[in-house]
């Protein structure tokens, strides 16, 4: 029973850093491109794209502390430590995406005009 739970554990961490991968390497070079019509300033898409990878990166450790929680081990426990951070900053995201969706919306007006 025991080494069950640890394989679930490690897959489950396997899996979380297999989809984080993908979202920085396939979906945000193609979220780059669906805004590159929109301005031909890197000067703005640029940090858009980093804010997205620093969510991606926060959705990452907060799947991670989520998991930690769930092992009994004194060890593991001891990770914890980062997890209000990584909750302030994800509740920071729920702030934060709303100024991106504006970003986005405002150059889409600007390139029509």
């Known amino acids: ?66 998991i930690i929680t769930t092992v009994d081990n004194n060890i593991l426990q001891y990770i914890l430590v980062i997890s209000p951070a990584v909750n302030m900053f994800t509740e920071f995201i729920m702030l934060i995406q709303w100024i991106i969706v504006a970003i986005i919306i405002a150059l889409g007006f600007k390139k029509k005009l």
Not at 3 to 25: D, N
Not at 32 to 58: H, R
């Open 1 to 66: 029973m025991v080494i069950a739970f640890w394989i679930t554990t490690i897959i489950s961490f396997v899996l979380v850093l297999f989809a984080g991968h993908l979202l920085i390497t396939l979906v945000l070079p193609r979220v780059k491109e669906l805004m590159l019509p929109l301005t031909k300033d890197d000067k703005i898409i640029n940090p858009l794209i980093a804010i997205l990878l620093l969510i991606i990166v926060a959705y990452v450790l907060k799947a991670f502390t989520e």
